[in-house]
């Protein structure tokens, strides 16, 4: 049995927005010293200008999955945001093999460090490139040691899109011993933000992060989808304040 409660239904398109959807996915296993941990997976859809589909962190392929997004359009992009979140970019680029597979900062060495095979064609920046600039703004998020990341803005929504700069696992979803590691790493709801360990990988260097921070403030986004852990649907901009306090 899981020690983590999942987002179900899973694998169904959720909007979140006018051209903007999530998809909550099957349960990974994270490892760490000593073992592994489960995490919730989410992905993020948008629609382009020119009806095209971005695909941010594609989840575990699934037939269904794949039937609901055809029916939405095509698949033009397929993102990973940081080098940790990468694992079906390869099963979703068969599936769909004129999307273009972007890579972000360090995932190339990550996947071979893995033995996982995997192509990218394109290297994310901190700038969006002219295929979907019109619809999404992005950021390099520099400062960490360990785990850099491409960070999104859906302009006409203003919804932020992160992927592990920020955690927010509910205490109800999690077993007692689970609900210990969060609350100790400190990214338990409401007060979610990037894990302990993360955390400690920008010492020396926060100066660095929280200019990218006061570039993602400035966006002033109205709500925040997170990869992992229950999103923030309003109150966006505050929610980020809050859960950036420790670059202070």
């Keep these: 049995m ?16 006018p051209g903007l959807w999530l998809v909550d996915g099957p349960e990974i296993r994270m490892a760490v010293p000593g073992g592994h941990l489960p995490f919730p997976t989410r992905m993020t859809v948008a629609r382009l200008a020119d009806g095209g589909l971005w695909c941010h962190s594609p989840i575990a392929p699934d037939g269904g999955l794949f039937a609901a997004i055809d029916a939405l359009g095509p698949v033009r992009h397929l993102v990973s945001p940081n080098m940790l979140h990468y694992a079906h970019i390869a099963a979703w680029k068969q599936r769909y093999p004129d999307a273009v597979a972007w890579a972000s900062p360090g995932v190339r060495e990550r996947a071979a460090s893995q033995h996982v095979a995997v192509t990218f064609d394109a290297q994310l920046g901190d700038t969006p490139p002219r295929d979907w600039a019109d619809t999404l703004d992005q950021l390099h998020f520099r400062g960490s040691r360990v785990l850099e990341e491409i960070v999104f803005l859906h302009r006409d929504s203003g919804t ?11 205490p109800s979803r999690l077993s007692r011993g689970m609900r210990l590691l969060v609350r100790l790493a400190g990214s338990l709801d409401p007060d979610g933000k990037a894990p302990l360990d993360m955390r400690l990988t920008y010492l020396g260097r ?4 929280r200019a990218c921070l006061e570039r993602m403030l400035a966006w002033r986004p109205r709500r925040v989808i997170l990869a992992h ?4 649907l309003q109150d966006g901009e505050a929610e980020l304040r809050r859960a950036f306090r420790w670059l202070a």
Excluded: H, W
């Excluded at 932020?160 to 509910?170: A, H, K, P, V, W």
């Excluded at 852990?229 to 923030?232: D, I, S, T």
């Design 160 to 170: 932020l899109i992160l992927t592990d700069l920020i955690e927010n696992f509910e």
């Design 206 to 209: 926060k100066r660095v992060g």
């Design 2 to 17: 899981s020690s983590i409660g999942l987002y179900e239904p899973l694998n169904v398109i959720k909007p979140v927005a």
């Design 229 to 232: 852990g229950r999103c923030y």
